[in-house]
């Protein structure tokens, strides 16, 4: 799956180059005008780095910054921030308040791109979040959030989303989920995933989630 950006920039042509630079670099993107319209959208799914302009009208960008900061599951996300403002008090403020990286306007777009890289590269905690939709799997934690919620489950039920996750929109065969998540000695009744299934379910149900589990009669199960 590739790598999630948010970018909070209240200019229609700034945006639309956030969006051909950023996708035809290899990422998503997700572009809004203001603060409040991506502190909804993160209760659904968290990106891998964010973008913040500073001149915004309501939440300026050093308020969106501190609200990331402030928040667990949020604050080692990396941040840039994006200002015409080019004077040093500007950078200083935005790192002192937790960002990463400060990139002045107008910027280059390779040079964009290379920032969006070199701080991605800078958290590495990145290659063990598997994420799909508004499901996160957090090998580093061993924990699972939906909608930026944390849930409860068991260690198979772990595995097994986890699985389903890594797997997302792909069918995967009965045998192979049991010979992965129970392993290869398991000898028990093939009706033991179904239940699990079935809990995956209902955890997914109650949180909200717009991931979905589907039965492939006869063969598996596909995360969509």
């Not at 302009?53 to 969106?64: A, R, V």
């Not at 590269?121 to 944390?150: A, C, G, Q, S, Y």
């Amino acid at each position: 799956m590739k790598q999630l950006i948010y970018a909070v920039e209240d200019d229609p042509s700034i945006q639309e180059l956030y969006v051909y630079t950023i996708e035809s670099a290899g990422f998503d993107v997700e572009c809004f005008e203001c603060g409040a319209d991506m502190f909804k959208r993160l209760s659904e799914r968290m990106p891998d780095l964010f973008i913040l302009d500073i001149m915004l009208d309501g939440m300026n960008g050093y308020e969106i910054l501190s609200k990331l900061k402030a928040e667990n599951k949020l604050k080692d996300i990396p941040v840039i921030m994006v200002s015409a403002k080019g004077e040093e008090i500007s950078k200083v403020k935005g790192l002192n308040l937790g960002a990463d990286d400060y990139i002045s306007k107008p910027f280059g777009v390779l040079e964009l791109v290379a920032r969006i890289n070199a701080n991605l590269r800078k958290h590495p905690i990145d290659t063990v979040r598997n994420v799909f939709k508004d499901v996160v799997i957090d090998d580093n934690t061993h924990k699972i959030l939906i909608r930026n919620n944390e849930v409860s489950c068991t260690l198979k039920e772990y595995n097994l989303l986890k699985m389903l996750v890594e797997n997302a929109e792909k069918v995967i065969f009965r045998d192979v989920i049991l010979n992965n998540v129970w392993g290869t000695d398991f000898f028990g009744e093939t009706r033991t995933l179904d239940m699990h299934i079935t809990s995956l379910r209902k955890i997914l149900n109650e949180n909200k989630s717009e991931v979905v589990i589907e039965t492939v009669r006869g063969v598996g199960y596909i995360l969509k």
